[in-house]
């Protein structure tokens, strides 16, 4: 079973190589972005919604143009693991999640999923085996129309040089950087 234009096993490398270990949200991720890519109408240009920070957005920059670099895509943090691909003028996509029910008769991936188990305790080899076998089976799509805030073209503004730091920075911010209002995360 190919993900995307990749068999199972180039994907896996491609994961190795960017994220740093063939994680199994990278592995269903990349299942989850070739389905909502097979829901989406092909020549559509369109962004991205992930609804969680972990594994999942990486699965998205590397298997579509949307970055959160080139702001296509947009990670906002609903501890859900689900992601939206959508048309970027109009809002209308396909939202693809893990769904609870379908992982019942894989019961490694519910403990990976539900974290029933520690990582430790994890088999992880049981895991992938479970996660190639099932593929895209263990997730659901719908159909959504994205909220108009989402389809707002996002800019910095005006940008003037900080008072204190003299960095640039986006004027809508206030008097001040961010980063000198207390908002940097360094000491």
């Given at each position: 079973?190919?993900?995307c234009n990749y068999t199972l096993e180039e994907y896996i490398a491609i994961v190795k190589s960017f994220h740093g270990s063939a994680a199994p949200g990278m592995?269903?991720?990349g299942y989850m972005v070739d389905l909502a890519l097979k829901n989406t109408p092909e020549g559509e240009f369109f962004d991205?919604?992930?609804?969680t920070s972990n594994c999942l957005p990486d699965a998205i920059q590397l298997l579509t143009p949307c970055t959160t670099g080139n702001g296509w895509l947009q990670v906002?943090?609903?501890?859900?693991?689900a992601l939206?691909?959508?048309?970027?003028?109009?809002?209308?996509?396909?939202?693809?999640?893990?769904?609870?029910?379908k992982i019942e008769t894989w019961p490694e991936i519910k403990n990976w999923y539900f974290k029933l188990k520690s990582k430790k305790d994890q088999d992880?080899?049981?895991?992938f085996e479970q996660i190639k076998e099932a593929g895209p089976g263990i997730c659901s799509f719908q159909s959504v129309?994205?909220?108009s805030q989402f389809l707002e073209k996002r800019s910095k503004g005006n940008i003037a040089i900080c008072p204190l730091c003299k960095e640039a920075y986006p004027v809508k911010d206030g008097d001040m950087c961010l980063g000198c209002r207390g908002?940097?995360?360094?000491?």
């Open positions: 079973m190919n993900i592995v269903i991720g991205a919604v992930c609804e906002i943090n609903l501890g859900r693991f939206t691909l959508y048309e970027k003028y109009q809002g209308k996509g396909i939202r693809v999640f893990i769904d609870s029910a992880s080899q049981l895991l129309t994205v909220r908002d940097a995360p360094y000491l």
